[in-house]
């Protein structure tokens, strides 16, 4: 199975691609030019692309996609816009185009119904409407909502659905294992899932 990973330089993404690897199964590392590649695994293939500007063709031959990227926070809302909202909602048309079986959208709490009064309200807008535009295609989906991100590595406990603290924090090592799962077990498939890793 060929999953690619958009995002997999990042905090998470790179995670992912490791947990994916250690699976064996294919990650696909998207990456731009100006892209860090020293965190992947020797061996994974990578493929040149941009969320600013996607090619038509840089999901061929993917059975599952995982939009694993962020704008990030310091980011303008114009960046967040075309990251976040229209470079996934794109990655998401590639995919039905190219005949990709299932789409795994990293999300954010708050952004099923976000708040205008929020501190990242354009964020959670953003990823709302990226959220909806997955939910509308024919594609198998899975969407998960963690709360605010920490480096840890996880594989901790984890508490998944409407019972997660909105002010707890969630482990980047948990999350890319909970992403991994959703790329390729049936059980993922149609879900939306609030998520934060349990303190010990």
Not at 42 to 47: A, D, L, S, T
Request: aromatic share 2%; hydrophobic share 35%; net charge negative.
């Amino acid at each position: 199975m060929k999953v690619l990973v958009a995002g997999a330089t990042g905090n998470t993404g790179q995670r992912l691609v490791r947990e994916l690897n250690d699976r064996g199964l294919n990650p696909v590392a998207m990456v731009r030019d100006s892209s860090d590649t020293s965190g992947l695994p020797e061996g994974v293939e990578q493929r040149k692309a941009d969320l600013t500007q996607l090619d038509d063709d840089v999901t061929d031959g993917c059975d599952v996609v995982v939009f694993a990227a962020g704008s990030g926070g310091n980011t303008s809302d114009e960046m967040t816009d075309k990251v976040d909202r229209d470079g996934a909602k794109r990655l998401i048309d590639l995919s039905v185009a190219s005949d990709v079986r299932r789409f795994v959208m990293l999300s954010s709490i708050g952004a099923g119904d976000p708040d205008p009064d929020h501190e990242l309200a354009n964020y959670l807008q953003a990823k709302h409407e990226a959220d909806e535009h997955l939910m509308e295609t024919q594609l198998e989906y899975a969407i998960l909502r963690p709360v605010a991100l920490t480096d840890d590595g996880g594989a901790g406990e984890v508490r998944l659905g409407e019972n997660v603290d909105p002010k707890g924090e969630a482990a980047r090592g948990d999350v890319a294992r909970l992403l991994a799962d959703a790329a390729e077990s049936p059980e993922w498939v149609g879900k939306v899932l609030h998520m934060e890793t349990v303190p010990s």
